[in-house]
T-cell receptor, first 114, second 111 residues
Framework: KAGVTQTPRYLIKTRGQQVTLSCSPISGHRSVSWYQQTPGQGLQFLFEYFSETQRNKGNFPGRFSGRQFSNSRSEMNVSTLELGDSALYLC?????????????FGPGTRLLVL | SQQGEEDPQALSIQEGENATMNCSYKTSINNLQWYRQNSGRGLVHLILIRSNEREKHSGRLRVTLDTSKKSSSLLITASRAADTASYFCATDGIGGNKLVFGAGTILRVKS
């Protein structure tokens, strides 16, 4: 079974631009979560989608948004990029997203904002 | 914000030695998981322990959970150079459907 894939793997943007990251979950998984990882703040939860609905959202500004498609693939968008948005963005998938489930992580998208 | 602290922040040991990492968290939990991350890549699930369990084993891994102290420990026995990675504990956060991660312990195993 193929693992979680994320595209692109690396991205360089400038301040003020917007970016869209994509995540394809493991086949059959309906929950997709997004996390931001930075050296200063560590791993922080962005949002979680299940069956095209956002069920949970972390403490991030409205510039961070996401969506999930009917095939469970998910995208996240960051508008008006700031230098502090430079980070590794990880997505994870699981069957239902419950806390007792293993989360399967993708390799991440490394975003650099100049 | 992160759920809690991990201790130590970094650990350097020789191959064959045991490595112990500790994690503390702040709120009540249902489950606690440990993940490994190699060099800025994705996380790999290691083991899950439920709040009603006190100890769990998986291969060379041993996890303990003390809910009264809101803490957990991960023991890796007979460490190998390939165990070099960052290790994170994660708890199921309030509201469910998300993991709240600790700050992580960087483990270096020298051969």
């Amino acid at each position: 079974k193929a693992g979680v894939t994320q595209t692109p793997r690396y991205l360089i943007k400038t301040r003020g631009q917007q970016v869209t990251l994509s995540c394809s979950p493991i086949s059959g998984h309906r929950s997709v979560s997004w996390y931001q990882q930075t050296p200063g703040q560590g791993l922080q939860f962005l949002f979680e989608y299940f069956s095209e609905t956002q069920r949970n959202k972390g403490n991030f500004p409205g510039r961070f948004s996401g969506r999930q498609f009917s095939n469970s693939r998910s995208e996240m968008n960051v508008s008006t990029l700031e230098l502090g948005d430079s980070a590794l963005y990880l997505c994870a998938s699981s069957w239902t997203g419950q806390g007792y489930e293993t989360q399967y992580f993708g390799p991440g998208t490394r975003l650099l904002v100049l | 914000s992160q759920q809690g602290e991990e201790d130590p922040q970094a650990l350097s040991i020789q191959e064959g030695e045991n490595a112990t990492m500790n994690c503390s968290y702040k709120t009540s939990i249902n489950n606690l998981q440990w993940y490994r991350q190699n060099s800025g890549r994705g996380l790999v699930h290691l083991i899950l322990i439920r709040s009603n369990e006190r100890e769990k084993h998986s291969g060379r891994l041993r996890v303990t959970l003390d809910t009264s102290k809101k803490s957990s420990s991960l023991l890796i026995t007979a460490s190998r150079a390939a165990d070099t990675a960052s290790y994170f504990c994660a708890t199921d956060g309030i509201g469910g459907n998300k993991l709240v991660f600790g700050a992580g312990t960087i483990l270096r195993v020298k051969s």
